[in-house]
Every structure is written in C-alpha cells, then in structure tokens.
C-alpha cells in the first residue's frame, strides 16, 4: 500500500513515455479523433430518456465503478495474466447509455486508474482498448435487433478479440517484449495470455448476462430502452 501511494500522481513515471513513445499518444489522439467524428456524423440511436443531469450521475457512478476495477486489478502475472473487471462497468455503460459514453466510462476509467495506481508507465493502446469495452456493447445494442443474452456474448466476443487478444497483447509486448528487446515475437506472447485472459472474459460475461437480466427489472422502465 505505501509504494501504491508513493507512486500515485507521479507523472514522471506514469507520461514519462511521452517524449520516447511520442507515436502511442498520437494513434490515441488519431482514434479519439476518428471516434468523435464517427458519434458525430452518425446519428445515435437514443438508449435512454435521461436528463442531462440524471445521464451525468449515471456516467459518474459507472467510471467510478471503472476505476475502481482498474486499481483493483489483481496481476498473477505482470503485463501477462491479469484478473480484471473493468469489462462489467463499461459494458452496462453501453448497454445503458449508449457508444460514446461506454467509451468515455471505460476510457476515463483507465486513465484515472492508471494516475492512481500507476502499474509503470501509461499506455494509450490499452486506453482504447478499455473505452470500446463500453463502445462495441453501445454499438451492438443500439443498432441490431436480437436478444439481450445473445446481444451480451457477442459484445464480449467482439471485445475479447480486438480488445484483449489484440490491442491489451499489443500494447504489452510493445511495453514488455520491444522496448526489453526480447525476441519474443506478438504470436508467441500471444500465446502465452490469450488463454488465461479468454478464461477471465467468460467470467465477466456470465456476470454482465445477469445484470442484462436484472437491470430491466430494478431501473425505471420509463427511463431506458431495454
């Protein structure tokens, strides 16, 4: 707990990166770019009838409930296997409240987590990764019919294979493996947590399944489209 404290808020080590991997900031500015060109052009399908003020608490909650998963992310092994439920507020974010704000839950959420309880230097690939944990879910709920079960599995199989397989494994083995200069290549490392970190997304997606099932139950009905 003392070295956790010691090292919150320390920007040295947490952007110290800034300057050497320049170009990891500028595909996050590029994608943030890109995505609020997309919510903007793209007419958004209302998931709720909120007020501003009621969708502000409802953000508010779920990113704290965001970065809360990320500082109590338990690593069994650093950068490799990681037992984490960031997926469940980010996902109910896009399930309740649509894209852009499960992006902004997840997203904020890492961030803020990673100025907390800083796990060495902040990585933006995995800034994004957690922002589409809420954006795909919004996506897939907002603009395709079907049954909220069905809904929620695909969601995680999309979110496991370009969130967790492919931008958390890459940005790790950039972290990890590139600027180690390991000669470990992106498929071996791949094969090395894909499996455990496969296990950890069954795990969220049977918890999110439930709450898919009882959130219409206890949220007014006349406030979200479920």
């Keep these: 707990m003392e070295n956790l404290?010691?090292?919150?808020?320390?920007?040295?080590?947490?952007f110290g990166n800034i300057s050497t991997r320049w170009y990891y900031y500028l595909?996050?500015?590029?994608?943030?770019?890109?995505?609020?060109?997309?919510l903007f052009i793209k007419k958004q399908p209302?998931?709720?009838?909120?007020?501003?003020?009621?969708?502000?608490?409802?953000?508010?909650?779920?990113?704290?409930?965001s970065v809360l998963a990320n500082i109590l992310t338990f690593y069994i092994v650093p950068n490799?296997?990681?037992?984490?439920?960031?997926?469940?507020?980010?996902?109910?974010?896009?399930?309740?409240?649509?894209?852009?704000?499960?992006?902004a839950v997840g997203f904020i959420g890492d961030l803020v987590g990673a100025m907390i309880a800083p796990a060495g230097?902040?990585?933006p690939l995995i800034g994004i990764a957690s922002g589409l944990w809420g954006f795909i879910p919004g996506v897939i709920f907002s603009y395709f019919k079907g049954k909220p079960v069905v809904k929620t599995v695909v969601s995680f199989l999309i979110c496991f294979?370009?969130?967790s397989a492919f931008l958390n494994?890459?940005?790790n083995w950039l972290?990890?493996?590139?600027?180690?200069?390991?000669?470990?290549?992106?498929?071996?490392?791949?094969?090395?947590?894909?499996?455990?970190?496969?296990?950890?997304?069954?795990?969220?997606?049977?918890i999110c399944i439930g709450l898919v099932a009882v959130l219409p139950r206890i949220l007014p009905k006349d406030k979200f489209n479920f």
């Design 27 to 38: 595909v996050l500015g590029l994608f943030i770019a890109a995505l609020f060109c997309f």
């Design 5 to 14: 404290l010691t090292s919150a808020f320390d920007f040295r080590i947490i």
């Design 175 to 206: 972290y990890v493996v590139i600027d180690r200069n390991s000669a470990t290549t992106f498929w071996v490392y791949l094969g090395i947590r894909v499996w455990f970190q496969a296990i950890v997304c069954v795990v969220n997606c049977v």
């Design 161 to 163: 294979v370009i969130c």
């Design 80 to 103: 490799r296997y990681a037992v984490s439920f960031i997926a469940i507020p980010c996902f109910v974010a896009g399930y309740l409240l649509g894209a852009g704000a499960g992006f």
């Design 121 to 123: 230097a902040y990585l």
């Design 46 to 65: 209302e998931r709720n009838s909120l007020t501003e003020t009621q969708r502000l608490t409802y953000i508010s909650v779920l990113t704290t409930l």
């Design 169 to 171: 494994t890459l940005a």
